[in-house]
């Protein structure tokens, strides 16, 4: 991590698990991000969605807009413990995009630039044009859709 990506630095590291912050700038903004992880050990039985990677954008908050049609959000996992800062969505764990065996540095901290370039044209246009799957509320129902 540090080699390819300087600005991040270890802020927690507790046995497994450890989390990064550092500043993403895709556009002309800047956002500090922070991403945990936990190694998984081999004797858990456990899939990719329970081990994958947590990215959070911590600064500035991600901004809600339920008014806008894939809102108020677009491709982030609700956060039980502070809903004020969802895991963002970076890959289709269905899609085997990402496994356990791949660089966060390498994957994980390009794909969160990505979102956040996204997500800053979302927040101009209403539309999320970076392409993947994601809910929608369609009358009262959840839908999943392809986007393009």
Sequence with gaps: MAFQWP???VTV????SVTWEGLLAPDKRQH???ISYRVPLAIENITVVDVQPRVQVI?????WHPDYEEGPIPHVYRNEKDRSLPYLCLFDPTAREW????????????????WLYFYEGWLVTKRWHGGGRHLRKVAGKTKRLETV
Excluded: C, H, N
């Excluded at 660089?103 to 630039?113: C, E, R």
């Design 32 to 34: 500090l991000v922070r």
């Design 13 to 16: 590291q507790i046995g497994q």
């Design 7 to 9: 600005g991040f630095a």
């Design 99 to 114: 496994d356990v065996g791949d660089l966060i540095a390498d994957t994980t901290v390009f794909w969160a630039w990505e």
């Design 59 to 63: 600064d500035p908050r991600l901004e």
